[in-house]
């Protein structure tokens, strides 16, 4: 799954669920908890992301120095 579907899941997961806690309390809304799990999330997803792209470039660095470079 692409990072973008899994924080899209995560989030409609969060927004059921805070939906369905929310409604025994009458307000219908999700909960500053669950907004602020989301923004976690995502923080940390995009840190991932970007050592995911710098190690990507490392290894690309290293393959074209091989002497088995095409």
Known sequence: MKPNTILIAVFVFLVLRSRRT???????????????????????QAAVIKDLQEDSATLIER??????AI
């Open 22 to 44: 929310a409604t025994l309390t009458g307000t219908g809304y999700p909960t500053a908890a669950d907004f602020d799990a989301l923004n976690k999330l995502v923080v940390h």
């Open 63 to 68: 393959l074209n120095q091989s002497p088995f």
